[in-house]
Each structure stands twice: as C-alpha cells, then as structure tokens.
C-alpha cells in the first residue's frame, strides 16, 4: 500500500515536469485563456481592484495577448508571482507570459534562457525616505538601512552604488512590495528602493504620500518589459507584435474609441495593415486578421493603457518622460507593420 | 503395497511465483524494486530532457562567481564582490546558529515546564498546560510573524533615541538600546592582557574539574560531601579577576597618541575633525581602536575602524590613504612618523586610553543607526524565540511523559532514604528518565533545525534565503541550489542524529 502510494506520487510528479516544451500558441488556444504570470501587488501595475480584478498597466498586456490570441481580454488567468518565483514558473511552463516590472539584462535573456519581447516601461532605480529624515541625497546615505527586494536587480544595483560611494548600509531583505511597504512605514528600514515607478505607484498608497520623498538620484537603467520562454520565437513573436501594436497604434492614432471606424479602411495603408483590412500580417503570425483590432477595441492602444493606470491623471502620477513617443522625444519606436 | 510413497516430484512452475506463499513475497520484493528503479529512471531521463529542451547545463560552476548582494548578519567575512559559494557558507552559518540557539533554549524551557506541568500547585500545573497547548497547536509560521510583529511595530525607531528630550530611550545603564530594527547589546573586546586572562580562565576550568573529581572519590571514601558548588563558584570567578583587575591597574592609566594624516602638530581632536568628518581608523583590532571610535561617536561622527593585522600594515594604509586616523603606543607611533613616506603625519593634543584586557564596547547612536556593540537583528529574535517556544511545548509533553514513565515506587524508595524532593529528581527520577526521553528528544531538534527554513518570512538570512533564495534567482541555478539546500539539511539531520545516538547509548540502560 505504502508502496503503490509513492510509486503514485513519483508518477504524478514525473507527469507535472514533463510537458514543457509543446508549442504555446496551440496550447493557449487549446486551453481557451492566457496564464499570465504579475506581481503580488503593485498599485497601477498590477493589483485586484475592489472587485476582485486585476488591474493595472503590466496586466493591460496579458489582456492585449490574450486580445490578440483569443478574441477576448478577459480570457487570462492571473498567476502573482514573487521576485524570486517569478523566472522558475515562466521556465516550467507554468505562465505562458510574464509580465512583471522585469528588468531586461544581459544574463536573464541569455543565461536564464529567456526572451524578452520588448520594453514597456524605461525606468531607474530611485530611493524613497521619510521627508523628515532630512535628506535631500543619495550620497548622504552612509550607515543607512535599506529595505530591498531580494532576487532583483535593483538589489545589486543597491550593492554596486554603495560600494562605489565608499558608503556602508544594511540590507533588510523584504519578498513582496507590501512587506517592503509595511517595513518602511514601521521605520524598520530608512530608505526603501526600487524602480522608480514601484516607488511612485508605492507611495501613492500611503495615507500620506507627501510626508515621503523620492531622492533626485537615478542609479540606474531599468527597462522594463514581458517576457516568454526561450526557444518558442512563434509565440515570442505573438507577444513581441502586440506589444509593438500597441504603441503603433498610439503613434498612427488609432484609439479604443476610433478602432471600429478607422476597421473599415483608412487612406493610411500601415493603419490598414495593422488592423487587418490590407495584408495577411495576423495569418503570418498565426492568428486572425483582426487581431490588432481586438486589442486596441478591448484593451487600447500605449497611450490609453498609461493614463488610465498610472498617468498624471491617477493618484500615480507618473509622466511619460522616457516612455514618450520617438516623434515627441521619448523611447517608444515600434518597428514598421509591413 | 504398505511402503509410504514419496508424494510425486513437482516441477516448477512459473504459476508458484504468485500461488506459493514461498516464492510469493520474493516475487513482489522484485517486481517492485523494477517498477521503482524504472520510475527513477524515467524521472532522472525527464529532468535530463527537460533541461536539454530549455537549454540549460547543468554544473556548480555559479558557486565561484561573484555573488553582488550583500547580507546583513554574517558571522564571517562577506561582502558583495564574494562568491555564491561564501553567500551560502554565510547562511549555513546563519541556519547552524539559530538552530543552535533555538535546541538550547527550547530544551531549557522544555524541561522547565515538562517539571512544573507535574507540579502539585494547581496555578503552575494550569499555566504550564496553557503554555503547552497554546504553543503546540498553533502554527509555527503564526509565532514567528506574531513576534516579528510585535518586535517591529511595538518597539522605538532609532531616530526616536535622538535629540534633548527622546521619545525613547536605552535601558540598563545606558548599555542594550531595544529599536524596531533589533536589539543592540554590548560586545566584548580583547585588549592587551586578554591572552593572559583567557589562560587563567582555562586553568580556573581545569581546577574545577581536578577539584570534582577529588570531591566525589572522597564522597565515595568518606561519605563526607564537599561544598562543590561554592568551590567552584569560587574557583570560577576569583583567579580571574584578581587577574583582571592587576593587569587593568597596571595599564589602564597608559594612554595612547594619536597620529592624524593631514593634521596640525598639537591640534585637539575636535579641530582636527572639523576638517576631516567621519574619519576611518586604521589599528590593529585592540581597545585603543574601540575606545577610539566611542570618542569619536560621542562627538557625532561615524568612525570606521580598517582592521590591519600589524603596526607596519598600519603605515602601508596611511600612505594609501585608506584610513587618516591611527592610534598605537608611544614608541610605535615615534618610528612610524620617522620611517612614514608621502604624507603629512602630525601628533594630535589628545591622547587614548589603552584599555584594559577586556572591555565591552557599547552601542552608541551614529548616523541613521545604532553603531558599536552587537546587533540582534529582529528577524533572529523572531525566529530564535518562536522556534524555541514552540519546539519547547513538544519537549515539554517529552520531559513529562518520561518522568511518568518511571515507576512511583523509586521516587518512595528515594523518600524512605531520606533524599529530599529536588535531590529525588535529579538524582533518581531525572537519570531514568532519560533513557525515554532523549529518543524522541533527537527529533524534536531535527524538526527545529528544519523549521528554521521558515526564516524566509522574516527576511533571516539563513541557507534557504541565500543559496535557495537570492543565489537561485540571480543566477538561475534552481536545480542546483535546490539539490545543494537538500544536501546540506540531510547532512545536518543526520550530524545531529548521530550526535545524539551516541549519547543515548551512553545513558540508555546497559543490558550484559
């Protein structure tokens, strides 16, 4: 009895390890909904609403790939994910996509084995201490206690600032944003840092936002941006192409509001091709023609996505800065639909 | 015809190996062994597959690259640019001392509340029962974040120790500060003489020893019974204080210069300071060093101290200019500004106390956080107090149910010589009871040593939060770091178990 039991669950295990390297576009269609891995909970990024749906700009792009895959936004199962969990459940198969506030570097796209398909969100790591510390620099941190994420690249960022200063502090190792948030506000750690949109979104949640300041030194580049499983370059090109489609849209003028219009044909032949009137650009990637359709209808287009979860307009905030178009000196360039 | 016939000779046949209940469980042993070495076998296969398909190797190379984070508790030398293979060492460290500290005191309390469970006073006996099903039936992880709460939330920021009229402030003479960031004690410091104080502790320890043994043979003798305890009390502390204080008379009065790179011949420290904030040190680690750095953080600055290993180092560091400030004897300090090339060395005004054999450095506000002494970070007061409480409730319930388990006839037996009650139990009871206690006992401090991988909730820097933890994701090693982890809690467990067994044939009951 004992035996068969644990030959049972050695059998089960071996089943849950084996199946990772079928063709993912077939699997999600074949399965009917996305499995998008997002983070425990970042305000304007990622976080259930008071209804219980998630929300947020990281969690606009599993809507836009689901959009674009299945037809409809709504087909994605949310997996929240920790800094540490995160790069073992893409690798298993466990999500299809991650998208994550994950900074693009060397090592994760090439020892890691994965594939980033773009950026979403250029940002920096900054740090945030209470207004009435009295610091106004990152360089007047000597000694400090610094609240940190483990397993990111924020905390060797954290590593290579203070050493190159010649400044000393102690790391209080934190999981998620909100134990980070509740260390910080208990003044358990000085400083808390991160990318500098976490800090932003972050402090939005505070019952006092103003009381806490976001110091002027950015240490560093963060490109943040989804990722998929290495060795699938059909579904990293899913993935990759609508994010693309996105910020096209944004650039030609197509919004949610003008899609249906602009879907029956424009005298601009890129906006006919990416919304499918003219070409077979969704049938070369596997899907159908009015893929890009669906997204911009159900989720939007870069700009819309932005200002309706953390633009200056949300208790968020944040500016377009880097993020802007390329015509209005920003990073933003998708590459041409043709 | 009335010859008994052997019955007919059976051949074999293959329907024996599942009908003959001789060959049946040789058949099933087999048949099972096959089916699980084929199970191992398809499992090993996959991860081989699996790994090929993601295009990872699979090699411990990782543990010689640099790591890049840093860790707050370490009990050796570590900083970022050190690998992941010093990082896991690091924890492993960590794990080790919690799980020591936690079997320590969890058998301490164990065996308290084990003893006073029994009690006849019926408000010992109930408390002692509270504390038991209170601690044994509520989740480990519950404990640890109860406490951690209580010590982040419940306790001063060590801002709050600040300014003329603190919100909070330290406690026992000004020595242990209690913040929401941890508890800062004071820590011991060797001084010149400490090598002599350690010897005469030493042998203080082998005179105890020397000197029981002498008492029990005579007791054996004589019956007559020495007073061990005061003796070794005596014996314990008095040669070495005696020590102490002669060594301390003798140098404490000796004060130190101090040699400024930059500074002005005759200046006092204050005014050397203004030009130079927050100076490093260099000295070789004794307590001219550390009484050094109190003066300097009395005076609100952050002193760091860079340890060298001798007075020549000390000149090599100042003419690099990692540090500006040394303090060392007078005669040193004459051939180091003679012998010194390629900076200005100038002897300030003020002087420091040598110090005395041993001294305890205490913590003092600098900067954002306390600075000297030591710091008991709260993720392992958490972790320390939650694992001992809890794993003391099983031992508790073990204590009591071996001293049950020894008949009430030895403890009359015991009563009917004339032993009092407390002799009764640690001379009578206590012994046999032993013998049921310490098997169960050896898991309950292997469950504590591998509870202590719940450290991960408090941010406590054990093997599973460096090397299962940050090494894994930095470098994405799971398979690896998992096995390693695995590897690693088998050998303590079985360290631990083999430990223990040794002891317990030592008390078990000898059988000839």
Known sequence: ?338 | MTAISEPPAESFRLSQLIYDSRYRSTTIQVVASILLLAAIYWLGRNIVSNLQDLGKDFNFGFLWQRSGYDINQRLIEYSNDSSHGRAALVGILNTLLVSVLGCITATFLGVFAGVLRLSKNWIVARLMTVYVEGFRNIPLLLWILLIFALMTEGTPQPRDFRGENPEASMILWDSVAVTNRGIFVPSPVWGDGAGLLALVFVLSLAGIWWFRRYAFARQEATGEILPIFWTSIGLLVIPTLVVYLGYSAMISKDQYPLIAAGGTEGASLVEYLEENRNPSICSVPDTAAVNLSTTLRGLEQRASIVTVSSVSEVQASLEAGDCVLAVMAPSAAETLIGSVDGVELATLSDTVDRGRPLQFERPQLAGFNFEGGAQLRNSLIALWFALSLYTGAFIAEIVRAGILAVSRGQTEAAFALGLRPNRTMNLVILPQAMRVIIPPLISQYLNLTKNSSLAIAVGYMDVRGTLGGITISQTGRELEGILLMGLFYLVTSLAISGVLNIYNNSVKLQER
Not at chain 1, 195 to 220: M, Y
């Open chain 1, 1 to 338: 009895m004992k035996k068969s039991i644990f030959l049972g669950t050695l059998a089960v295990a071996g089943l849950a390890a084996g199946f990772v390297s079928a063709q993912t576009l077939d699997e999600v269609r074949a399965r009917g909904n996305l499995s998008c891995g997002v983070s425990t909970g970042l305000a304007g990024f990622s976080m259930p609403d008071a209804n219980g749906e998630w929300q947020g700009f990281d969690v606009a792009f599993c809507r836009a790939v689901a959009a674009a895959v299945l037809g409809d936004s709504t087909a994605v199962e949310f997996v929240p994910l920790t800094t540490q969990t995160r790069f073992t459940a893409l690798a298993s198969g466990e999500v299809d996509v991650l998208a994550r506030n994950t900074t693009w570097t060397f090592s994760r796209d090439v020892d890691l084995r994965l594939e980033f398909v773009g950026v979403n969100y250029y940002d920096g790591q900054g740090f945030m201490v209470p207004r009435d510390l009295g610091v106004t620099s990152a360089l007047e941190l000597d000694g400090a206690t610094v609240c940190i994420q483990t397993g990111t690249t924020t905390e060797l960022n954290l590593a290579d600032f203070f050493s190159s200063n010649n400044m000393g502090y102690e790391p209080v190792p934190v999981e998620t944003n909100a134990e980070a948030q509740q260390q910080y506000l208990a003044g358990a750690c000085d400083v808390y840092t991160t990318d500098a949109s976490g800090l932003a979104a972050t402090r939005a949640t505070f019952e006092d936002p103003a009381g806490h300041v976001v110091l002027p030194e950015i240490v560093s580049k963060e490109p943040l941006g989804p990722l998929v499983r290495h060795g699938d370059s059909e579904w990293g090109d899913v993935a990759r192409w609508t994010l693309n489609a996105m910020v096209a849209a944004e650039e030609l003028g197509v919004t949610s509001a003008n899609v249906a219009e602009m879907a029956a044909g424009t005298d601009n032949p890129e906006i006919n091709r990416l919304l499918g009137t003219e070409g077979d650009l969704g049938g070369m990637l596997g899907l159908e023609a009015d893929w890009a359709q669906n997204v911009i209808a159900q989720v939007g287009n870069y700009d819309e996505v932005f200002e309706g979860n953390i633009g200056a307009s949300t208790p968020i905030g944040l500016s377009r800065g880097l993020n802007a178009q390329w015509t209005d000196g920003g990073l933003l360039y998708a590459p041409p639909f043709r």
